[in-house]
């Protein structure tokens, strides 16, 4: 079940307030990771709306620049929940960090935005690793392309697109990586030719560059590429069972008002996202956009994640190989699934 229909948004409320009879667990406290970006909106919806507050729940959210950041947090020690991308919850898993994703927030969400001289060869080559071969060619250099850094799901999947997708390598691009502010930056500033990234820059930039425009969407980049997820320690799991299915009730209310109405959304999600420096508007085009395809349901991501997985190893990003029936734990998803299929 990727999408909670609307019809269910009360049954769900119901399930988040009512827990078992023999339930205590009241008033939790949890640690929540995250990090600032489109991909987590699920957490900025329900913190916007104060639905935690209305289940019993504590959520005390720490902000974390980078999915490398957040592991080294987990690593330490820190934590109970995390919201960040498959490519971060992997690495943790692969040192060592017992921890599980529960569920998933967005799928394709990456693309690639191009602007003035590459954009405009783009638009002319059909042909995406012909577009690079004549932009190279033209210019004296290979095109500067921005994203964040190695062995991040946008790192990731720009190197899948020119590997396996294009076949050109990805020696074929000058790869520069960044934080997400600096990406923007640098692409206004016309510093790099173009940028695997996510919303709302996509937007954003194509707001503000009337040259900039995306060439390459996930779907052709990396089909059915997963993103980011909802993700707790295994001991987390097992001392706060019931604060845990509430959380995930959340997250799949909030995937729905994401999916059916960007515009309550919005609000919610600028106070997280660009330090509320991007206008209402953008953010709300951002959440209309076709890199934004929010989903809970776990089971839709996990092919596409093994794929990621099986380059990450190619790649030497991944130190060893991740037990994903071991990273992936569906069975609070899908009691809340069958719950709300009814009888």
């Given at each position: 079940?990727?999408r909670?229909?609307?019809?269910l948004a009360?049954?769900?409320?119901l399930l988040?307030?009512?827990?078992p009879?023999?339930a205590?667990?009241?008033?939790t406290?949890?640690?929540?990771g ?7 909106a699920q957490l900025?919806?329900?913190?916007g709306?104060g639905?935690p ?8 959210l ?8 957040m592991?080294q947090?987990l690593?330490?020690g ?6 960040f991308?498959?490519?971060p919850a ?5 040192n060592?960090?017992p921890i599980?994703?529960?569920a ?10 191009a602007?003035g ?14 577009a690079?071969?004549?932009?190279t ?8 392309i921005a ?5 991040s799901?946008?790192d ?7 590997i396996?997708r294009l076949?050109?390598g ?5 790869i ?20 695997s ?8 930039v194509?707001?503000?560059?009337d040259?900039a425009r995306?060439?390459?969407r996930?779907?052709e ?6 993103g ?7 001991k ?8 845990m299915?509430?959380l995930m009730?959340?997250?799949l209310?909030?995937t729905?008002v994401?999916r ?6 919005a609000?919610?999600?600028r106070?997280f ?7 209402l508007d953008t ?14 349901d776990p089971?839709?991501?996990r092919?596409?994640?093994r794929t990621?997985?099986?380059?990450q190893?190619?790649q030497g990003t991944?130190?060893?190989r991740v ?9 609070l998803?899908d009691?809340?699934?069958k719950?709300l299929?009814?009888?």
């Open positions: 079940m990727s909670v229909p609307r019809l009360p049954l769900l409320a988040i307030t009512a827990g009879a023999q205590t667990d009241t008033n406290r949890l640690e929540v995250y990090m600032p970006i489109l991909p987590v900025f919806v329900m913190e709306e639905w507050t209305e289940a019993g729940l504590e959520l005390e720490t902000r974390f620049s980078s999915g490398p950041a592991v947090a690593a330490s820190e934590l109970d929940v995390m919201y991308g498959i490519g992997m690495v943790a898993r692969a060592g960090v599980k994703v529960l998933a927030s967005i799928r394709e969400q990456i693309g690639l935005v602007r001289e590459l954009a405009d060869t783009f638009a002319r080559v059909e042909d995406p690793a012909e690079i071969a004549r932009f060619e033209a210019q004296g250099r290979k095109p500067k994203t964040f850094p190695r062995g799901v946008p990731t999947v720009l190197r899948y697109w020119l396996e076949g050109v990805e020696e074929a691009v000058e520069v990586a960044m934080g997400a502010d600096r990406v923007q930056q640098a692409l206004l500033a016309g510093a790099v030719d173009g940028a990234i996510l919303e709302p820059i996509l937007t954003t194509q707001e503000r560059d040259s995306v060439v390459a996930a779907d980049m990396l089909p059915g590429q997963p980011a997820v909802l993700a707790a320690r295994e987390v799991l097992e001392a706060h069972p019931e604060a299915r509430k009730a959340l997250h209310r909030a729905e994401l059916e109405e960007p515009e309550r959304a609000p919610h999600v106070e996202v660009g330090k509320r420096l991007i206008g953010v709300e085009a951002a959440l209309r956009s076709p890199s934004s395809n929010y989903l809970a089971h839709a991501i092919e596409a994640t990621m997985h099986d380059f190893i190619a991944l130190s060893k037990d994903l029936d071991a990273l992936f734990d569906t069975d998803y009691a809340l699934a719950e299929a009814g009888p």
